[in-house]
């Protein structure tokens, strides 16, 4: 709790405080009546704001430092996480074509209200690059009873998701439901990695968990995206039948196979880029299609810097696209959309170096001994070694 004392109307406050310069801040651990005082000549904003959160977090050495850090990140960021609601924003806010939306209700006299805010803005920073598609809101139900009649609120905290579209549909949330629903798939899929080590670390979890599966994403606590997300199962089917494709993105010791039957092998690979292709385009969806097209990008680029070689290989094309990726991905100086695309782009390449890892050593050139096994007209006889 943040809170200002106007020492002229209290003035013995301020004598028990030993409080003889203004301003002054003090801090006030929970339960105890006792102040330290915070050294705001020598803080920045951004540093009162850590300075505080070390020494709330501190008290319990359960609670998430994780959090702790998030929370003070978002502080460096202009942008609301949780965007306070009017009578005259609300409408515009929850009811849009694209974005799923959840707010709470809440009162400022309400305790559970305030222990609430600490994982709904941890939550709300991990969409912080999904703004079009995911938002949080909060209501003054105490200023704003209109909004909190008109939905039916009576108790505090009280959580509201309205689905993307415009037909003025919602559902009550309740977090307790939400936590052990994050818990059954943590337990299936034996997730450890979201940080859920204490409660707020768990509801704000649980709380994320709750928005993906809403709203079709992959987002983690900490504003990452999963490393399945973007992936097209089809395509990677696919690939383990046509492990040409994977040559460059393998071991380099498979590579000296290639030059050995270079025709053969680049007629191998045109066929199979040509299916691949084909795939690509069949695929149901423009995003399937969109995200296929990212495969076939990936592939053809390996497979240029492959051919464009000369001289001893101190790292692949691979490797180093995936490590130029990561750096992108996590970069503060890129965000939004084009953040999301890096991430995608990261987990197919990661994808493809695994791929490659574990395919047949007969990808080394399909399999193709010489361009007598390649049928131009009928394809190639992908039963050899793929």
């Not at 850590?50 to 501190?58: I, K, S, T, V």
């Not at 299916?275 to 990936?298: D, H, I, M, N």
Request: glycine share 6%.
């Amino acid at each position: 709790i943040v809170a200002r004392c106007d020492t002229t109307r209290v003035p013995d406050i301020a004598s028990r405080q030993g409080i003889t310069g203004y301003p002054t801040i003090r801090y006030f651990p929970k339960g105890q009546t006792s102040s330290e005082p915070v050294p705001l000549s020598d803080l920045t904003a951004a540093e009162i704001v850590a300075w505080l959160a070390n020494r709330a977090f501190a008290q319990d050495e359960n609670e998430s430092f994780s959090l702790r850090d998030r929370l003070i990140q978002s502080y460096r960021d202009p942008r609301p996480l949780a965007l306070p609601l009017t009578t005259s924003t609300f409408e515009s806010f929850v009811y849009d074509e694209e974005r799923t939306v959840l707010v709470a209700f809440v009162a400022p006299w309400c305790a559970h209200c305030a222990e609430l805010s600490v994982p709904y803005e941890a939550a709300a920073l991990a969409y912080k690059d999904d703004s079009d598609k995911v938002a949080f809101g909060t209501v003054n139900a105490e200023v704003y009873r209109d909004l909190a009649e008109r939905f039916d609120v009576s108790g505090f905290p009280t959580l509201k998701l309205f689905p993307r579209g415009l037909d003025g549909g919602h559902e009550t949330v309740q977090l307790e439901d939400a936590v052990q629903d994050f818990r059954a798939v943590q337990a299936e899929t034996k997730i450890t990695d979201n940080g859920a080590s204490d409660g707020k670390t768990e509801q704000a979890s649980a709380l994320v968990h709750l928005m993906n599966t809403r709203a079709g994403l992959a987002r983690r606590l900490d504003g990452s995206l999963e490393p399945e997300y973007g992936r097209v199962q089809t395509i990677e089917d696919f690939l383990k039948t046509r492990p040409v494709l994977l040559l460059a993105w393998a071991d380099e010791k498979k590579a000296p196979r290639e030059a050995e039957h270079q025709a053969a092998f680049d007629l191998a690979f045109d066929l199979a880029f040509e299916e691949l292709e084909r795939l690509v385009a069949a695929l149901g969806t423009s995003e399937l299609r969109s995200r296929g097209e990212v495969y076939a990008a990936a592939i053809a680029k390996a497979r240029a810097k492959a051919r464009a070689r000369t001289g001893p290989v101190v790292e692949s094309w691979p490797a180093l696209e995936a490590a130029r990726l990561e750096r992108m991905s996590t970069s503060r100086a890129v965000s939004g959309a084009k953040k999301t695309n890096l991430a995608v782009k990261l987990n197919v390449v990661n994808a493809l170096r695994v791929a490659a890892s574990v395919a047949p050593e007969a990808a080394s050139f399909g399999g193709i001994q010489d361009e007598a096994e390649i049928d131009p007209a009928g394809g190639m006889s992908w039963d050899k070694g793929f």
